[in-house]
């Protein structure tokens, strides 16, 4: 499903410089690879990065994010807050192409700052406003007086709307797989609503979504991958299939 009707948001993003040498980010697996590859294209509806821990996933993802406006600690575009500049200087090196139609709605969460967002949420709802608490957009109850997975599904159903863009660092982190797989049908939902999702996971179940371009990063490129060939999704049948066998080879090897 390539985008031939210039559905989506975000269409490609390269390397407008290469980072110096002395800033780490120049040395990340992702960086390289992207200054190697020259464009990284996103021709599907929903785009998923995967590969081993370190290999700069949240890290490309949140360059992609602030680039296109959004705060770096997560939230829509509206949301100014900071607890810590930690964020790379990633996105000062990228570029990213734009499609013909600008997203009416966006998200940006990672899972590691999702606890500042709600913080920012209860914050700019006890400053005094005209217009409606900003919490009835997100399902009326604070974000902090709900589960980690119950927050993040009210955020999901009620918060994201459509015609959007969402890019999701991670969002498994605080779901049971029977939710993993409410939000798969979000997604798609939401996908049928003209959006674009961008996301790093280490699910194998949110890595079968139907219709989405995994990219699987590592040392020696970054590859477009079915389900079936990533190592997370392997690893996870093998283990599942015979824990014993798997932790009789693990534990007295
Ligand atoms: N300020 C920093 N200085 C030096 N190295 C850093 C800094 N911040 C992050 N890194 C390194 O950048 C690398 C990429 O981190 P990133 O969080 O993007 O990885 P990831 O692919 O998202 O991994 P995971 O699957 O664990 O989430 C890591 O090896 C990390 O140690
Ligand atoms: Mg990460």
Do not use: C
Request: aromatic share 10%.
């Amino acid at each position: 499903m390539a985008d031939m009707f210039g559905k989506l948001y975000v269409r490609s993003i390269r390397l407008s410089d290469m980072p110096p040498a002395r800033n780490y980010i120049s040395t990340l697996p992702v960086v390289r690879n992207l200054a190697q590859m020259g464009e990284l294209r996103f021709d599907k509806p929903v785009t998923i990065f995967v590969g081993e821990n370190g290999v700069g996933k949240s890290t490309l993802i949140e360059a992609l994010a602030v680039a296109m406006g959004f705060n770096a600690e997560g939230g829509t575009r509206n949301f100014r807050f900071s607890t810590e500049n930690t964020h790379s200087e990633l996105y000062q090196y990228l570029t990213v192409v734009k499609g013909m139609k600008y997203p009416k709605d966006g998200f940006f969460l990672r899972a590691e700052s999702f606890y500042n967002v709600a913080t920012n949420i209860d914050q700019m709802d006890s400053a005094p406003s005209f217009g409606p608490p900003i919490i009835d957009s997100y399902g009326g109850v604070s974000l902090h007086e709900q589960s980690h997975g119950e927050s993040f599904m009210a955020l999901v159903e009620n918060r994201f709307g459509g015609n959007g863009v969402y890019i999701l660092d991670e969002p498994e982190a605080a779901l049971s797989p029977m939710r993993v797989m409410t939000l798969m049908a979000r997604i798609n939902e939401l996908v049928k609503k003209n959006s674009q999702f961008i996301i790093s996971t280490h699910s194998p179940m949110l890595m079968t979504l139907p219709g989405a371009e995994i990219y699987e990063i590592s040392g020696g490129g970054i590859k477009s991958v079915s389900y079936e060939e990533t190592e997370h999704f392997q690893v996870m049948r093998n283990f599942l299939n015979a824990p014993e066998r798997s932790l009789k080879y693990l534990l007295e090897e």
